[in-house]
């Protein structure tokens, strides 16, 4: 990530993005929260791309470069924390599930950052406790180093729609099926159908935000019907893609 910018103090903060508006790549000395109150962030950085909805949030550890991107109008909020305050010890980026509760307290801790009375510090305090409860929900697509993975990511990124099996990408990209899902495994740490779907899902999240139907997008990221995507959809982010325009 070449210009990286660097400022110390991650801001505690509201904005709103344009859809594809973006935050260019930079780095905190201390950690900070990512919320999307509407629409989708994507995070960027060095090992892949973590996307969040509504129903999570993005834990980003102090000195990590990252940069946003928005999907669909982007109600971002930001919550920085001093490096020795790390509530749930994580030392990589990491998704996790944002329970009702812990929504608004993001949403209200955000409102008005320049606030310095003690009920926003008994706020800020209820923020930690319920953050240090949070489960991981890993919502991940990781960055392949290996260039013959890398083609084949490639591939299967650009076309989110295409069928083709493991043995016809690697026939396509001049790889064995083997060492793909060799690599795979040891690189990515997921097998070929776990990261097609991530990256799906990855698609899914933006046509959705950009307002979609539900079943063009299902037909757009490769889903056999409406009924199977609603389904992965479901499972993966506890609604149904039918709502996601309506949570905020």
Same mark, same amino acid.
């Given at each position: ?38 629409? +989708? ?12 909805? /509504? ?38 980026? &990491?998704?996790?599930? +944002? ?79 083997? &060492?793909?899902?060799?690599? *795979?495994?040891?690189?990515? /740490? ?24 539900? &079943? ?20 993966? *982010? ?11």
């Amino acid at each position: 990530m070449p210009d990286i910018r660097h400022t110390p103090k991650a801001p505690t903060r509201a904005r709103t993005l344009a859809a594809g508006e973006g935050i260019d790549a930079h780095r905190h000395d201390e950690h900070q929260i990512i919320y999307a109150g509407s629409g +989708v962030v994507a995070v960027t950085t060095d090992a892949g791309t973590w996307f969040a909805p /509504g129903t999570r949030a993005l834990w980003v550890p102090a000195g990590t470069v990252h940069a946003h991107r928005a999907h669909g109008t982007l109600d971002l909020h930001l919550v920085g924390l001093p490096p020795e305050d790390n509530p749930l010890g994580l030392d990589a980026p &990491t998704v996790l599930g +944002v329970s009702p509760l812990l929504r608004e307290l993001i949403l209200a801790y955000t409102r008005s950052p320049e606030d310095t009375s003690a009920e926003r510090r008994r706020l800020r305090a209820v923020l930690r406790d319920q953050l240090r409860a949070c489960p991981q929900a890993p919502v991940h697509l990781p960055a392949p180093g290996d260039p013959r993975l890398a083609a084949v990511c490639a591939l299967v990124h650009d076309h989110p729609e295409d069928p083709r099996t493991l043995a016809a990408l690697g026939a396509a990209t001049g790889v064995g099926e083997r &060492t793909l899902s060799r690599l *795979f495994r040891s690189e990515l /740490g997921m097998t070929f159908p776990q990261w097609r779907t991530q990256s799906r899902l990855f698609h899914a999240l933006r046509m959705l935000a950009d307002g979609m139907p539900v &079943t063009s997008v299902a037909h757009r990221c490769g889903w056999a019907s409406t009924s199977a995507f609603i389904d992965v959809f479901r499972r993966a *982010f506890g609604y149904t893609p039918g709502t996601h325009n309506r949570r905020g």
